[in-house]
């Protein structure tokens, strides 16, 4: 295998390894939003503030983090050499 070929390998493996984290991470966000919808549903009690507070901060997080990965993947598709 020459060095040409290990380097699209190794390219091809952390897109592959990125767009999984992207989906897995969508996931953790739509279960995160719907424990948060629960949670301002429910009634008001010191737990529930804690569930709101924790089903937020963990929206936020994926999302961002989404982002970031969504961001990353277009920044190597316009890198990329088109033939």
Same mark, same amino acid.
């Given at each position: 295998m020459s060095d040409n070929e290990e380097a699209a390998s190794g390219s091809h493996n952390s897109r592959r390894r990125a767009?999984? !984290?992207?989906w897995i991470l969508f996931a @953790? *966000? @739509?279960i995160a *939003? *719907? !424990?948060?919808e629960m949670a301002l549903k429910a009634t008001a009690s010191p737990a529930t503030g804690v569930r709101v507070a924790l089903s937020g901060i963990v929206l936020a997080s994926a999302l961002t983090l989404d982002i970031r990965i969504l961001t990353a993947l277009d920044r190597a598709k316009q890198k990329r050499p088109r033939p």
């Open positions: 767009v999984r !984290s992207f @953790v *966000a @739509v *939003a *719907a !424990s948060l």
